[in-house]
């Protein structure tokens, strides 16, 4: 039974590429979260979304940043034209009912912007 | 604003004895607070919750205690072990629209002495 898995793991983007980051929920679970973890601070919430819809994304940048999560396949968290400010560890997790609080984390994807 | 706060950054504690973690939040509307743990390059691992109707809940090593009056919470490890070693965040989630989305502390190392 995997848990959350995140890929890839470390990446590294010039300022103004594209960086995209995926997030397998476990099995059977079908609410993923997206959260930030720059340096020295705590996580914060970006995005909440169910298979094909975005419930929540009132933690995310207006500009640059999107997320889905479609029917088939891994959620994808997007964001184009990286700046060095975007550099984080971005952690998916992942529920099973939309009530739960039984999220599980994913081991997080680095993102480095040089 | 930080709505969730760990005044500690961080703790060291001698192994067999005990480790209090504080946590004081702001926000009234907080029905659910969770404890999680994190290791260097990990995701968070979720140790134990508690509801807010509730005042005290216990897992083996692991108690939580919720003043709600005082809008404080606190994990108290005991006997501490050197493996209890990580970077402990305290969370809350509220009743919004059930969105168990979590507002999270910028965490407490806990360094466990052999």
């Known amino acids: 039974n995997a848990g959350v898995m995140q890929n890839p793991r470390h990446l590294v983007r010039r300022r103004g590429q594209e960086a995209r980051l995926r997030c397998s929920p476990m099995?059977?679970?079908?609410?993923v979260y997206w959260y930030r973890q720059l340096p020295e601070e705590g996580l914060k919430f970006m995005v909440y979304l169910q298979k094909e819809n975005i419930i929540d994304e009132s933690g995310m940048p207006k500009e640059r940043f999107s997320a889905e999560f479609p029917k088939e396949g891994p959620s994808i968290l997007r964001i184009q034209q990286v700046v060095r400010g975007d550099s984080a560890a971005y952690f998916c997790a992942s529920s099973p009912d939309r009530g739960g609080h039984g999220y599980t984390f994913g081991s997080g994807t680095r993102l480095t912007v040089v | 604003d930080q709505q969730v706060k760990q005044n500690s950054p961080s703790l060291s504690v001698q192994e067999g004895r005990i480790s209090i973690l504080n946590c004081d939040y702001t926000?009234?509307?907080?029905?659910?607070f969770l404890w999680y743990k994190k290791y260097p390059a990990e995701g968070p691992t979720f140790l134990i919750s508690?509801?807010?109707i509730k005042d005290k809940n216990e897992d083996g090593r692991f108690t939580v205690f919720l003043n709600k009056s005082a809008k404080h919470l606190s994990l108290h490890i005991v006997p501490s072990q050197p493996g209890d070693s990580a970077v402990y965040f305290c969370?809350?989630?509220?009743?919004?629209?059930?969105?168990?989305?979590?507002?999270w502390g910028l965490g407490t190392s806990l360094a466990v002495n052999p």
């Open positions: 969370a809350a989630s509220g009743q919004a629209g059930n969105n168990r989305k979590l507002i």
């Open positions: 099995k059977g679970h079908s609410h």
């Open positions: 508690i509801s807010s």
């Open positions: 926000n009234s509307m907080f029905d659910y």
